[in-house]
């Protein structure tokens, strides 16, 4: 079954803990991305990665990071993690992003993160 | 930077159509149109996508008038089922200094809800 996986899904952690939440695709998508979604303010894309090793910043990178060592992970890092990247948030893949979004996107389930 | 704008919510009752315009004033040359439901908790699915004219699907319709500035995600007949948040998406091109071109910008999504 193609699909998109995130663990945990679910966390609860305290502040500065790094923290990493993982992403995995088996569709061998070339594109992938990191979203947050926060009350009113829709879905924010963190990162994405147009193949492996290369990575560009969203609308929102600020307290995180990416790696794309292999095509189909893309885990992101909360390396001190503070309150307001309490969140919820989605990883997604698409075969790729051109032009202008025109592939599908594949979501995660989505990772609920709470930093106390 | 692409930006969509959407209404914030509308209602409607089982049986109606629904449409849902997005203004993206600032769409580019190869941007397609791609529209998303998500249900609470869950990540975001696609619906349809169209780049000019009008497509259907079995789920729905898009609209895009000729200068391809808006766009209509039309839903015909509606029941409860459908009570979700619809986003409208299309391409974006990295802020100054970025690499690539993988950027893509959500906006704020129409929350939508269906009345028995």
Redesign the interface.
Known sequence: EAQ?TQNPRYLITVTGKKLTVTCSQNMNHE?M?W?RQDP??????IY???NVE?T????VPEGYKVSRKEKRNFPLILESPSPNQTS?Y?C?SSLS??????Y???????T?LTVT | LAKTTQPISMDSYEGQEVNITCSHNNIATNDYITWYQQFPSQGPRFIIQGYKTKVTNEVASLFIPADRKSSTLSLPRVSLSDTAVYYCLVGDKPDAGGTSYGKLTFGQGTILTVHP
């Not at chain 1, 560009?56 to 609308?59: N, P, T």
């Not at chain 1, 599908?104 to 989505?110: C, N, T």
């Open positions: 998109v594109y991305s979203y009113g303010l829709g879905l924010r894309q994405y990665s147009m290369v560009d910043k969203g609308d919820l989605f997604a992003p051109y032009p202008g979004g025109r599908e996107q594949y979501f995660g389930p989505g609920r």
